[in-house]
């Protein structure tokens, strides 16, 4: 199959940790690249491959993956991650594919 | 830095062809370590990947859109191209144009900038 699942809405307390996962066949032999989207603007690139987070990308965000889940998580997360977060990677046909998409609340 | 910006006409109506350009500036077009291409997502919903060309005429496209869609790149111009045609209701969405960095030996890939996006809506 070439979809990435996410969960629809994920909840947090500020300052604490969160955890997003994307799951899909593509990710037995891609990495998931991670975008964050805040309302009204465009994707921002947030981590990439197995260890690589973007340039201005706090480090409270990091990733991890195994065979077909990959998680992005964010340790301490604060009010300005509330944002909406997609997977991507490419499946076996070579098409490009984006996860369903998640939605961050922090509280 | 490289910039990324769309511009095309907002309204399209049923049946016609959708054209959108994207202009590049704050860096070259010709390093075939990138490709460039054109990424949609209609109100409310998530992203969908609609294809991407290299500088030198290769071209990848969504299999979903594949017989509507064409990409253009003109390096030259600093510009590529988004025609799609026969487009409905189903195709108003906001169109972001994108740089892709794919690495297949590393196994990973980026979308990276993206354009501020620029919202189609197909009606009569």
């Known amino acids: 199959s070439s979809e990435l699942t996410q969960d629809p809405v994920v909840s947090v307390a500020l300052g604490q940790t969160v955890r997003i996962t994307c799951q899909g066949d593509?990710?037995?032999?891609?990495?998931a690249t991670w975008y964050q989207q805040k309302p009204g603007q465009a994707p921002v690139l947030v981590f990439y491959?197995?260890?690589s987070r973007a340039s201005g990308i706090p480090d409270r965000f990091s990733a991890s993956t195994s065979t077909v889940t990959a998680s992005l998580t964010i340790t301490g997360a604060q009010a300005e991650d509330e944002a909406d977060y997609y997977c991507?990677?490419?499946?076996?046909?070579?098409?490009?594919?984006f996860g369903t998409g998640t939605t961050v609340t922090v509280l | 830095q490289l910039q990324l910006r769309e511009s095309g006409p907002g309204l399209v109506r049923p049946s016609e062809t959708l054209s959108l350009t994207c202009s590049v500036s704050?860096?070259?077009?010709?390093?075939?370590?990138?490709?460039w291409g054109w990424i949609r997502q209609p109100p409310g919903g998530g992203l969908e990947w609609i294809g991407s060309?290299?500088?030198?005429?290769?071209?990848y496209y969504s299999p979903s859109l594949r017989s509507r869609v064409a990409i253009f790149v003109d390096s030259s111009k600093g510009q590529f191209t988004l025609k799609l045609a026969s487009v409905t209701a189903a195709d108003t969405a906001i169109y972001y144009c994108?740089?892709?960095?794919?690495?297949?030996?590393?196994?990973?890939?980026?979308?990276?900038?993206w354009g501020q996006g620029t919202l189609v809506i197909v009606s009569s």
């Open positions: 593509s990710l037995r032999n891609y990495f």
């Open positions: 704050g860096g070259s077009m010709t390093n075939s370590d990138y490709l």
């Open positions: 491959g197995k260890y």
């Open positions: 991507s990677s490419r499946d076996s046909s070579g098409n490009y594919v």
């Open positions: 994108t740089r892709l960095f794919h690495y297949p030996s590393g196994g990973y890939l980026w979308f990276n900038p």
């Open positions: 060309m290299s500088h030198s005429g290769d071209t």
